[in-house]
């Protein structure tokens, strides 16, 4: 079983930067994959960026260059660096992993992959 809580979400202006984290309890397989998706109020979650085998990464092509995810194994935590932050960035931002994946567009498409949920953490950017 395993189990995410996430943090590190909070209100920043736009053009500003946040950490979000999401410290992982349980075994996560190394063929899995962890990532972060996003839900803004009235629209559907949408993928941001996963990490595969713990190692390659893949970006929502609206946060290519803005957004970084990286797993440190020692802690088994999973981080997403957001830097020039965009009002449309707000949202609640969710930590996920998924005991079997591909690597790739999938992996931020079939988010039925995903067993495992954090309760999220609200990011909030003003103009």
């Known amino acids: 079983q395993v189990q995410l809580v996430e943090s590190g979400g909070g209100s920043v202006q736009a053009g500003g930067s946040l950490r979000l984290s999401c410290a992982a309890s349980?075994?996560?397989?190394?063929?899995?994959?962890m990532g972060w998706f996003r839900q803004a109020p009235g629209k559907e979650r949408e993928g941001v960026a996963t990490?595969?085998?713990?190692?390659?990464?893949y970006y929502a092509d609206s946060v290519k260059g803005r957004f970084s995810a990286s797993h440190d194994n020692a802690k088994n935590t999973l981080y997403l660096q957001m830097n020039s932050l965009k009002p449309e960035d707000t949202a609640m931002y969710y930590c996920?992993?998924?005991?079997?994946?591909?690597?790739?567009?999938?992996?931020?498409?079939?988010?039925?992959?995903?067993?495992?949920w954090g309760q999220g953490t609200q990011v909030t950017v003003s103009s």
């Open positions: 996920a992993a998924a005991p079997g994946c591909s690597s790739g567009s999938s992996s931020l498409l079939y988010q039925h992959w995903y067993h495992y």
């Open positions: 990490i595969y085998n713990l190692g390659s990464t």
């Open positions: 349980g075994y996560i397989y190394r063929s899995a994959c």
